[in-house]
């Protein structure tokens, strides 16, 4: 075989399986440098292992600090009652003025509840209608941005391809 064979064979094999990765996984292609990241980390610490033996020491510094935080809250009450020489008439007339305030309070409180319903259930949905609004954006730009991604793909496996048939042609 001659070289200019065996080199067009063997590139276009690499410009194949370069073009079949980069069509099927083109959203790998953000995590290289998380990968390389990654292989830099366990990396130096393997340097590190050959280099605590030898006595080579590393210079890495690591500062540690440290942080406080408090905080307080509180709600204040108050507590209402009628002096205990009242008369009978005075304490059932506060007894129903309690009464009648009890009842407001908790036809306010129902009222909160169900205007905080009202509001709960509009911003949920507001908050859906945005969320798939940006989900489709996020989508959209992704898939125009890994296009370009898996036109190079196309093209990666269309070299390799008349590579290794211009290779087949060759004696």
């Known amino acids: 075989m001659s070289p200019l064979k065996v080199s067009l064979?063997?590139?276009?094999?690499?410009?194949?399986?370069?073009?079949?990765?980069?069509?099927?996984?083109?959203d790998a292609a953000p995590y290289w440098l998380q990968f390389l990241q990654?292989?830099?980390n366990h990396t130096s610490a393997l340097r590190n292992r050959i280099r605590r033996p030898l006595g080579w020491r590393s210079s890495k510094v690591i500062e540690v600090q440290g942080t406080a935080e408090a905080s307080s809250s509180g709600r204040a009450s108050v507590l209402l009652s009628i002096s205990a020489n009242a008369t009978l008439e005075q304490k059932v007339q506060y007894l129903l003025n309690r009464e009648q305030e009890a009842q407001h309070n908790i036809n306010a409180l129902r009222e909160r509840m169900e205007d905080f319903e009202t509001e709960s259930r509009g911003a949920l949905k507001r908050s859906r209608r945005e969320i798939e609004a940006h989900f489709a954006q996020k989508l959209r730009i992704a898939l125009e941005?890994?296009?370009?991604?898996?036109?190079?793909?196309?093209?990666a496996l269309l070299v390799g391809l008349v590579c290794v048939t211009f290779a087949n042609f060759i004696d």
């Open 145 to 155: 941005k890994y296009r370009r991604l898996r036109i190079c793909g196309a093209v």
């Open 38 to 40: 990654w292989l830099r």
């Open 9 to 26: 064979l063997v590139g276009g094999a690499f410009f194949e399986f370069a073009g079949i990765i980069v069509l099927a996984f083109p």
